[in-house]
């Protein structure tokens, strides 16, 4: 811990270029700032293609960042390489939209999720107690251990994928769309596990996702995100309900609401807005 008030994570002024076919660049971030609390969840949204997941992998070490600056717990990760940049998987995890893509189908429940502790030198011993601990926290059976990824749902093999994070007790996981591929009723069995882990462990969350309902339920705080820019950021009930910039106000009379009726209303006037744009 770094012991003063400054936040667990705090990215200033980062510019992400992709290159390009033929010399070609594009500018995916354009100077974004964010800053995550320890134990805080901040969510970023934006439609397709506005630059989240750009800002997850430059987290991660995996963006060609051009300029600007990524702090973690005091200190400087932009260009973290090599050993430095193993180190931090213990602290910041990430979690994806499809578990499939990222389990290993060949290895068991245990295997996957025993396997980033051998890499540090964990016994099998406690390895095994590690993995049962974690099963429990994220509400599977304990004899999942013996089963493989496809032989899950797909709430379930994200719970694996949750587990299989939590297992280095990282203070960040990077959740990118963690939940737009299951059905309503396990998107929300699924988020109400990420804030009870979130109360249990003190883990921050960078939350991405394109919908505002999900964010709402699980984001303290939560920044918009359009074209590689930070449009908007407040906490989350300001920005979802009384969103300043106009893009947030479309993305908010897009997202689906209960109630026939409003959902109607709100449709018109996203219609109308969109006319208007
Ligand atoms: N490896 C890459 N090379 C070139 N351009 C890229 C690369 N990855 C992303 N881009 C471009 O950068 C922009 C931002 O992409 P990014 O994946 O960050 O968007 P996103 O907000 O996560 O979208 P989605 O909601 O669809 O996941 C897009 O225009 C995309 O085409
Ligand atoms: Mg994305």
Redesign the pocket.
């Known amino acids: 811990m770094s012991g003063d008030t400054s936040p667990l994570l705090r990215v200033d002024d980062l510019v992400v270029d ?1 290159r ?1 076919a033929r010399g070609v660049r ?1 500018r ?1 971030l354009k100077g974004v700032s964010i800053t995550v609390g320890a134990g805080e969840c901040v969510g970023l949204v ?1 439609e ?7 800002l997850g992998r430059a987290l991660l070490g995996l963006a060609p960042v051009e300029s600007g600056k990524v702090t973690f717990d005091g200190q400087d990760i932009t260009h973290a390489k090599g050993t430095a940049r193993r180190k931090l998987a213990n602290d910041i995890q990430v979690v994806f939209q499809d578990p499939y893509g990222s389990l290993d189908p060949t290895m068991t429940v245990e295997e996957i999720l025993a396997e980033p502790l051998e890499v540090t030198g964990t016994s099998k011993k406690q390895a095994r107690a590690v993995v049962a601990e974690m099963l429990d926290r994220v509400r599977l059976p304990g004899d999942a251990v013996h089963r493989y990824p496809s032989e899950f749902s797909g709430g379930q093999r994200q719970r694996i994928a949750i587990a299989r994070a939590l297992v280095r007790r990282p203070r960040l996981i990077v959740c990118d ?1 963690p939940v737009s591929a299951l059905d309503l009723t396990t998107q929300a069995t699924i988020l109400d596990l990420f804030i009870d882990l979130q109360r249990e462990t003190g883990v921050a969350y960078l939350f991405i996702s ?1 919908d505002l309902g999900v964010v709402r339920r699980v984001c303290h705080r939560t920044s918009v995100m359009y074209q590689g820019e930070i449009v908007e950021s407040g906490h989350t009930r300001a920005v979802t309900e009384e969103p300043d910039h106009p893009y947030t106000r479309r993305l908010l009379l897009a997202a689906p609401v209960a109630d026939p009726a409003r959902q109607a209303e709100r449709r018109a006037a996203w219609l109308g807005l969109r006319d208007s744009a």
Not at 48 to 54: I, R
Request: hydrophobic share 20%.
């Open positions: 992709y390009l594009f995916a934006g397709s293609g506005s630059g989240k997941s750009t769309e394109h």
